[in-house]
Antibody, heavy 120, light 112 residues
Framework: QITLKESGPTVVKPTQTLTLTCTFS??????????VAWIRQPPGKALEWLAL???????RYSPSLRSRLSLTKDTSRSQVVLTMTDMDPVDTATYYC????????????WGQGALVIVSS | DIVMTQSPDSLAVSLGERATINCKSS????????????LSWYQQKPGQPPKLLIS???TREYGVPDRFSGSGSGTDFTLTINSLQAEDVAVYYC????????FGQGTRVEMK
């Protein structure tokens, strides 16, 4: 059974750096073609892809947010960490950790999401 | 960026009737080498994460009822829900994966 769980602060202040951890089970991020993505959703709004890390440590970032994002993985601990700098109230959203289980495939499995509120 | 535009933004359908959601991309989502359509559909119910319904434009995921079907190619795609059930009330998103990943704005399906 595949599970993904996001963890991190619920509230961050403007200009601070957000660090979110995705802890997963049921698959390995060392398996060829597997990738883990971060996708966010502001309250009442649409989904927005942020970043994705491949099994071979290759990474992709949203062009509009690239300068603020960083991804790392710890395969032995089954974790992926997203860092987002210079947080702003418009970054208030639910942040999802998502598995892409096959080459060029869809987003197969989603975590429950972590709500992050940016407020002073 | 590839922009995904869904229509309508919302629709109300009677129990047992058909719901049709359209998704248009700003460029063709058909891969030049394998001709696959890099388009997926997701269902999101209130308070839940999205759930994958259809990948590669028309491939239904395991366990998804067969009243859900996807069609289309190039820049125009459709999600059809035949015989709408109460549990189908949700927001539906299309998503392209040809170049990076982008979602449509969502279509809210309600019961009439």
């Amino acid at each position: 059974q595949i599970t993904l769980k996001e963890s991190g602060p619920t509230v961050v202040k403007p200009t601070q750096t957000l660090t979110l951890t995705c802890t997963f089970s049921g698959f390995s991020l060392s398996t060829a073609d597997v990738a883990v993505a971060w996708i966010r959703q502001p309250p009442g709004k649409a989904l927005e892809w942020l970043a994705l890390i491949y099994w071979d440590n290759d990474k992709r970032y949203s062009p509009s947010l690239r300068s603020r994002l960083s991804l790392t993985k710890d395969t032995s601990r089954s974790q992926v960490v997203l860092t987002m700098t210079d947080m702003d109230p418009v970054d208030t959203a639910t942040y999802y950790c998502v598995l892409r289980g096959s080459e060029d495939g869809p987003f197969d499995s989603w975590g429950q999401g972590a709500l992050v509120i940016v407020s002073s | 960026d590839i922009v995904m535009t869904q229509s309508p933004d919302s629709l109300a359908v009677s129990l047992g009737e058909r719901a049709t959601i359209n998704c248009k991309s700003s460029r063709s989502l058909s891969h030049t080498s394998n001709k696959k359509g890099y388009l997926s559909w997701y269902q999101q119910k209130p308070g839940q994460p999205p759930k994958l319904l259809i990948s590669w434009a028309s491939t239904r995921e395991y366990g998804v009822p067969d009243r859900f079907s996807g069609s289309g190619s190039g820049t125009d795609f459709t999600l059809t829900i035949n015989s709408l059930q109460a549990e189908d009330v949700a927001v539906y998103y299309c998503q392209q994966s040809l170049i990076y990943w982008t979602f449509g704005q969502g279509t809210r399906v309600e019961m009439k």
